[in-house]
């Protein structure tokens, strides 16, 4: 039960804060008040329940230190799809040679500082704690992106590049969409591989706390898995959040 409670409520939380987000950063000017607030809120409620899950080692305390994982990485998105903390290189690639691999990172570098700054912070804060569980959350969630956006740069011919908002469609430049990349079924095969052991973990761990964060960490790496997918077949997942409207933000 506790396997299909977590998988059922992360991929609930993965669909409704993507489209919070989207909302959020489609019809806010980056430079206005309201999405500054919006980061703001979202930031400090992530750290207050941080704060309130590291000496809680249940169930419960598993979930709030996923959903306090998860709003601080919320900021982080908030951050880079408003382009205010991305990387010191913020124009297109040169159309007549493929980008390297440094340039390609140029692009996003300074989003890397921010999240091992913070996964310093948490790491150092949680110490000695009961429940880590925001830690192990949010490195899941870095290491996903971080394999994602190695694909993009690689070969990913379905990459959804229209969901960009405007001020950062020259990202889309430094990908390549004219193969699949000979890492993407390696990295397939990987998460598969880390999906089946912390299922196991989850199904006979006798701790709560621990059967609960391999639950939650699971179903993470199965959303991963599907995002994988998305990056070699046409899927069109713009349609799970039409609801959040069209950009508005302005540039």
């Known amino acids: 039960m506790t396997i299909i409670l977590c998988f059922g409520g992360v991929i609930a939380a993965w669909w409704l804060s993507t489209g919070l987000i989207l909302m959020a950063t489609r019809r806010f000017s980056p430079d206005g008040t309201v999405i500054r607030l919006v980061a703001a809120g ?75 700054l913070t996964a310093a912070v948490l790491a150092i804060g949680l110490t000695g704690s009961a429940n880590q569980t925001v830690l192990f959350t949010f490195l899941v ?31 889309a430049s430094y990908f390549r969409r004219d193969r699949i990349s000979p890492a993407l079924p390696v990295t397939i095969n990987i998460l598969v591989g880390t999906l089946v052991v912390l299922i196991i973990r989850s199904l006979n761990h006798p701790d709560q706390l621990v059967s609960t964060l391999a639950g939650l960490l699971a179903a993470l790496v199965l959303l991963g898995i599907a995002e994988m997918f998305f990056l070699m077949f046409p ?17």
Do not use: K
């Not at 590291?54 to 951050?79: D, K, R, V």
């Not at 959804?160 to 908002?165: E, F, R, S, V």
């Open 42 to 116: 979202v930031s400090t409620t992530g750290l207050i329940a941080a704060l309130m899950s590291e000496n809680m080692p249940t169930a419960t305390g598993a979930w709030l230190g996923f959903f306090a994982a998860l709003m601080l990485w919320g900021a982080h998105e908030i951050a880079f799809l408003t382009g205010w903390v991305v990387g010191p290189r913020t124009w297109p690639a040169d159309p007549g040679r493929r980008p390297t691999c440094r340039e390609a990172f140029e692009t996003i570098g300074n989003r890397q500082i921010g999240l091992v």
């Open 141 to 171: 969630l870095w290491g996903l992106r971080s394999l994602a956006e190695l694909n993009l740069f690689l070969g990913a011919p379905c990459a959804a590049i229209h969901m960009l908002p405007q001020r950062l469609h020259y990202l």
């Open 235 to 251: 899927f069109y997942e713009d349609r799970l959040w039409r609801w959040t409207g069209r950009d508005r933000s302005g540039r």
